[in-house]
């Protein structure tokens, strides 16, 4: 168990509607990354937040967004979902000090 | 663009067996990690290499970052069912970013 928290952990959904995932990252840690694996994409880093602060963005459509909220949970808006969509999406969080990242469990989202 | 390419793609052996897992890049990274990653489950850190020929061991797994630092190598000895899983290298690209590599699916079969 890596201390990260993900919800939910299977998501089925149709085109055009708008999901939240939701990420709690292990006690203490500050920095927020989200990340989306897709079978013939990999592992995309999406975007990182540093204490509430936006730190770095990757390869995010702009149909996504993501925020980092006092309590330092996290939270990734997808919008106008299409087919290509569907992919785990993972979130994880470091302490900042070095860069190790803990993964939580991912969320499932498939997109009908 | 910075790009990591592992090979092989997909491995399949037995049992006792020893197999390395190879992750190349035309960039040099300050850094290289290998995660391994289990069905249903998300990435765990294994090692993090930082200086040019370093190497690293973990039990039975042996880890290098190569003397340029564009490459790095997992070598398993006597591999284990337990070993099963899909490899992945990943370093640093640019500030702040990380990017992944295409990763090696490892099947040790008993």
């Known amino acids: 168990d890596s201390g990260v928290t993900q919800t939910p952990k299977h998501l089925i959904t149709a085109t055009g509607q708008r999901v939240t995932l939701r990420c709690s990252p292990r006690s203490g840690d500050l920095s927020v990354y989200w990340y989306q694996q897709s079978l013939d994409q990999g592992l995309q880093f999406l975007i990182q937040?540093?204490?509430?602060?936006?730190?770095a963005k990757g390869n995010i459509l702009e149909r996504f967004s993501a925020q980092q909220f006092p309590d330092l949970h996290s939270e990734l808006n997808l919008s106008s979902l299409e087919l290509g969509d569907s992919a785990l999406y993972f979130c994880?969080?470091?302490?900042?000090?070095?860069?190790?990242?803990?993964f939580g469990p991912g969320t499932r989202l498939l997109v009908l | 663009t910075q790009l990591l390419e592992q090979s092989p793609q997909f491995l399949s052996i037995q049992e006792g067996e020893n197999l390395t897992v190879y992750c190349n890049s035309s960039?040099?990274?300050?850094?290289l990690q290998w995660y391994r990653q289990e069905p249903g489950e998300g990435p765990v850190l294994l090692v993090t290499?930082?200086?040019?020929?370093e190497v690293k061991k973990l039990k039975r797994l042996t880890f290098q970052f190569g003397d340029a630092r564009k490459d790095s190598s997992l070598h398993i000895t006597a591999a284990q069912t337990g070993d099963t899983g899909l490899y992945l290298c990943a370093g640093p690209s640019g500030t702040y970013k990380y990017i992944f590599g295409t990763g090696t699916r490892l099947k040790v079969l008993a």
């Open positions: 994880a969080s470091s302490d900042g000090t070095d860069e190790t990242q803990y």
């Open positions: 290499v930082v200086t040019g020929g």
């Open positions: 960039s040099v990274f300050s850094s």
């Open positions: 937040y540093y204490n509430g602060e936006e730190r």
